[in-house]
């Protein structure tokens, strides 16, 4: 674990960078989540359940998703018992869904 990058990756450098805090709209939320297979949306947040082999494949994918997250400054609520995990996003800055939130399920998808 020694080895695994803490630092946190420049993508947010700038003013493009600046926590985007513009709440989506419930028609760019529908349409954003037509691309990503199984998340839904609940009220102000997306989720979605994965089920994998065992443990260890379900917390391989966990520790690839800390370091999304942490490399995007985005963090989800995180949920797991044995081989299910459940992901919960939302912009707790901006107390609704924006599009860190898109943009860090659509990372963890192409990490599958
Ligand atoms: N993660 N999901 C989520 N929502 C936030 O609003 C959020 C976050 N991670 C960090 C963060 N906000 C900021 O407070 C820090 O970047 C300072």
Redesign the pocket.
Known sequence: VASLPLTRSPTRAGAEGA?NLNRLGDVQIDRALEGLQGWVREGNEICKEYRFGDFAQAFRFLTGVAFLAHGA????EIWNVYNRVRLR??????GGLTARDIELAQAIEDFL
């Open positions: 926590r400054d985005h963090h989800p996003l939302s912009t707790h800055d901006a």
